[in-house]
């Protein structure tokens, strides 16, 4: 009896290294985007300088790009944070001088648009890494077009 072929997908060089290109791109969008958090804080005394404030925020883990301005009787301290750590930051306000009942603070979150994003991740992405991702997708192009050449 003679043996019937086996039927399985065929996948091409080109498309795997597609998929592969496609995956590390989406990976890379969600790994690098960042959560803007802007805090408004509201007490009845405040410190001559929000400098230890800032500071604080600053020895906090994943936070970065710190800013403090005082907007009438409030403290809006505007920090970003990567995309995935969803904690609020909480400051020790008494211990950094900020005193009295404290009349609240607010928070609001905010994520970058997907373009947003591309674009922080493509800036952060260092020339070698492209060239590695370029360069196996080149090739299965070349690959792909000569095989379909061939007669």
Same mark, same amino acid.
């Not at 883990?61 to 009438?72: A, H, I, N, P, Q």
């Given at each position: 009896?003679?043996?019937?072929?086996?039927?399985?997908?065929?996948?091409?060089?080109?498309?795997?290294?597609?998929? *592969?290109?496609?995956?590390?791109?989406?990976?890379? *969008?969600?790994?690098?985007?960042?959560?803007?958090?802007?805090?408004?804080?509201?007490?009845?005394?405040?410190?001559?300088?929000?400098?230890?404030?800032?500071?604080?925020?600053?020895?906090?883990?994943?936070?970065?790009?710190?800013v403090t301005v005082r907007e009438g009787g409030a403290v809006i301290v505007t920090y970003k944070k990567r995309f995935g750590s969803f904690e609020?930051?909480?400051?020790?306000?008494?211990?950094?001088?900020?005193?009295?009942?404290?009349?609240?603070?607010?928070?609001?979150?905010?994520?970058?648009?997907?373009?947003?994003?591309? *674009?922080?991740?493509?800036?952060?992405?260092?020339?070698?890494?492209? *060239?590695?991702?370029?360069?196996?997708?080149?090739?299965?192009?070349?690959?792909?077009?000569l095989r379909a050449r061939r007669p």
């Amino acid at each position: 009896m003679p043996s019937q072929p086996m039927n399985r997908p065929q996948f091409s060089l080109a498309a795997l290294l597609g998929a *592969l290109a496609l995956c590390a791109v989406a990976f890379g *969008l969600v790994a690098n985007m960042e959560t803007t958090y802007r805090l408004a804080i509201r007490c009845q005394t405040l410190p001559e300088s929000d400098e230890e404030l800032a500071k604080w925020f600053r020895r906090q883990g994943g936070v970065k790009d710190v800013v403090t301005v005082r907007e009438g009787g409030a403290v809006i301290v505007t920090y970003k944070k990567r995309f995935g750590s969803f904690e609020l930051v909480t400051p020790p306000l008494a211990e950094l001088g900020y005193g009295g009942p404290s009349w609240g603070m607010n928070s609001t979150a905010s994520l970058p648009s997907i373009f947003g994003a591309a *674009l922080i991740w493509i800036r952060k992405v260092p020339p070698w890494l492209w *060239l590695a991702i370029a360069a196996p997708c080149a090739a299965g192009l070349v690959a792909l077009v000569l095989r379909a050449r061939r007669p």
